[in-house]
């Protein structure tokens, strides 16, 4: 299902110096439309001594993901780890190892509770100490796609949206966001384009798209939304359907 891979020793090398990364275990939950895994991964830096064991393994965490939970992917060539072992010193400067079968999601946050170590594995257990730590993220904080200075432009594919309010996951406290709704050609659907737009700056879990004079329920379906970033990460967006007998 999910095999280790030539890109997995090469990032072990450059980045830990390691002579190979291996796949340990993994961990995997629903979360919306998708399977999301939280993948042990060990870099092997020193080889094994015979009768005794002298090899060193740096243990950290990433993100693959999965349609139908038996295909999986990584999204970031580099593995960059999403619980990164801390600081020298810290309880988890070692090794970081998976514990918990999936997060606790509430209603602002994401926790996930693993376990740290400041010996890497395959070290002395004479000393080792193992302890619970606790890592966060913002609702729906997994990924962003992010842009800089020179901005950034994300257009969807055509979508039939439910009759509600875009809401978006944003954190724009040193830029903006605004969004158009194109039709399914890329053209701007009237009333909809980039200047009509109320830009979004701040950090935000749940902000309310607006235009000047019309609403997202006067939109052609089907539609494409296209957002505009600058110094801005986009977590995620969201359709808040109306009540029913509201606009």
Known sequence: MLLPQRQDD???KRKYGAIQGEYYNMSGFRYGNIHIGILAALYVTA????????????????WPYSRDGANWHHFDTERTPVIPRGEAGSFDCGMVMGVANEPLIEADSIHWYYTGSRETHGRSLKDK???????SWRLDGFVSLD???NGGVIKTVPLRLPNGQ???NVDATKGSLTVEVLFPDGSTQPGFSVEACTPIKGDHLRHTV??????LTQAQQSLRLRFSLRWAKLYSFR???????AK
């Open 129 to 135: 100490i193992m302890s619970i730590g606790r890592a």
């Open 210 to 215: 607006s235009w000047t004079q019309i609403d």
């Open 239 to 245: 359709i808040i359907p109306y009540e029913a007998g």
């Open 147 to 149: 842009a800089d200075a």
């Open 47 to 62: 080889a094994q001594v015979r009768r005794e064991c002298r090899w060193t393994v740096l243990w950290t965490q990433c």
């Open 166 to 168: 875009l809401q978006v």
């Open 10 to 12: 090469e990032v072990g």
